[in-house]
């Protein structure tokens, strides 16, 4: 068996200074700043008009955050039920499309819905 090479001219062509790359200035391949604007203002602290930070500061919060409590109102089946009831989130969605939460003792079988401010 006999191997025999053809002569190419495709690494010559290839590392050309003029080749047609879409990778060197095509309009398909726009400059891109990863940084526009510096995310720290001269004081250290973060400039409002950099990145995203402006749109998320000029929001206001949807709801309030805070921790949630089992009511005081919930009344255990036992007199000597000692645990603190559990927040447990509906499995499924009720009429209004919304799961509910749940106030559940595990102890004694106690349930009642919490109430949303």
């Not at 025999?4 to 891109?32: E, H, K, M, W």
């Not at 409590?69 to 919304?98: D, E, M, R, W, Y």
């Amino acid at each position: 068996m006999v191997h025999s090479r053809l002569q190419s001219n495709a690494s010559s062509i290839s590392s050309s200074c003029t080749s047609d790359s879409p990778v060197g200035n095509s309009p398909a391949y726009p400059t891109f700043d990863l940084y526009p604007l510096p995310f720290f203002s001269n004081t250290g602290s973060v400039d409002t008009n950099s990145h995203n930070y402006s749109y998320y500061s000029g929001q206001l919060p949807n709801s309030q955050v805070g921790l949630m409590q089992p009511s005081t109102s919930f009344a255990h089946h036992s007199s000597n039920c000692t645990q603190i009831p559990k927040l447990k989130i509906a499995c499924a969605s009720g009429v209004n499309g919304q799961r509910t939460m749940w106030s559940h003792c595990e102890q004694c079988g106690a349930i009642s819905m919490v109430e949303s401010d």
